[in-house]
């Protein structure tokens, strides 16, 4: 998959010309232990299997068909992370006991109280469910990093590369890639192992983390990565 390729539409002449003056895109290449992070795989933020608009009557804040293709990506680059026994670490987007601090709320009008940790929206979908085995981290904010013990989770692993997939790229995806580049983890996004509702906020964020911070590549490439770890 040439990852360029997704945003190619919405770049101009000029974009081009600034993009290949300046040298952007370089890669930082991955490091040698890797985890899988998947940020945000609830209900609440898939959606169903449908069209966009067709389901949000029932998931608002869904990313409907578009995100259901994403987590056919995530299943198979999971079934190869559990096969090479790399770590597995998903985030969930909850709010403890009341909204009233969700940062997200006053940004749109549908049912934050589905935001709540028992609701159930805010389930991981049950196709990529966790393990007992697995990390889940629990957040209110866009990034992973911020709040939680994640920076714990990583050193305590020894894991030197974050293979990021999931929901939304313009919002969590792309502050937790930001974050973990920021404090020194290399970072490649899944460019169809993630997803967002808005399809020129998916591209523009995938440019510029590609741009500037992470590396972006295809699910076929990371695949390739992670089976270089079974024994």
């Known amino acids: 998959m040439d990852v360029t390729q997704v945003w190619d539409d919405l770049l101009t002449p000029t974009d081009r010309t600034v993009i290949d003056n300046a040298g952007y895109g370089k890669r930082r290449g991955f490091g040698t232990k890797p985890v899988l992070v998947m940020i945000d795989c609830q209900y609440n933020y ?110 305590g692993l020894k894991v030197d590369t974050l293979i990021i997939t999931g929901v939304s790229t313009s919002g969590c995806v792309r502050a937790t890639a930001v974050d973990g580049v920021t404090r020194g983890f290399n970072v490649a996004v899944v460019a169809d192992g993630t997803a967002d509702r808005i399809e020129a906020s998916h591209k523009i964020a995938l440019l510029d983390l590609w741009m500037k911070y992470a590396d972006v590549v295809g699910s076929d490439e990371a695949a390739e990565y992670l089976t270089g770890f079974r024994e």
Do not use: C, M
Not at 64 to 81: F, P, Q, T, Y
């Open 46 to 155: 898939i959606g169903a299997d449908k069209p966009i608009t067709e389901q949000q009557d029932e998931y608002p804040g869904g990313g409907g068909e578009g995100a259901w293709r994403a987590i056919r990506k995530i299943e198979d680059l999971l079934e190869i992370a559990r096969a090479s026994d790399i770590p597995i670490l998903y985030t969930r987007n909850v709010q403890k006991r009341t909204i009233r601090f969700d940062s997200f709320a006053g940004k749109s009008s549908w049912d934050h109280t589905k935001t709540l940790e028992d609701a159930l929206g805010s389930k991981i979908v049950s196709e990529i469910a966790p393990r007992p085995e697995d990390f889940v981290i629990d957040k209110s904010y866009a990034s992973a990093f911020y709040g939680t013990p994640l920076v714990n989770y990583l050193v």
